[in-house]
């Protein structure tokens, strides 16, 4: 079994700033690509960042420069910094995870998903 736990979203006002924190537990061999995604109501679930174990990141252009993805391979635990958030990001964020688990099966795993709120 793999779990996979957020924390960190809430409301903000516009230029303000959140942490996201994914942590992946279980039976676990090893996690390649970890990530960020969102859903607003009434829009497809979108990639924002992701990152490598050896710490190469991409990222949604319309993050790019306010954002960094960041991760701890010790702790399997993956970060999302959000600065100069604006209303437009308001969404659920939900956490991703490439993981190789014991039996050498690899499979996607996904959070429970945290709502990202910004308004004044």
């Known amino acids: 079994q793999v779990q996979v736990v957020e924390s960190g979203g809430g409301l903000v006002q516009p230029g303000g700033s959140l942490r996201l924190s994914c942590t992946v537990s279980g039976s676990i061999f090893s996690i390649n690509t970890m990530g960020w995604y969102r859903q607003a109501p009434g829009n497809q679930r979108e990639l924002v960042a992701a990152i490598t174990p050896d710490k190469r990141s991409t990222y949604a252009d319309s993050v790019k420069g306010r954002f960094t993805v960041s991760r701890d391979n010790a702790k399997n635990t993956v970060y999302l910094q959000m600065n100069s958030l604006k209303p437009g990001d308001t969404a659920v964020y939900y956490c991703?995870?490439?993981?190789?688990?014991?039996?050498?099966?690899?499979?996607?795993?996904w959070g429970q998903g945290t709502q990202v709120t910004v308004s004044s």
């Open positions: 991703h995870a490439d993981v190789r688990g014991v039996s050498d099966k690899r499979d996607n795993y």
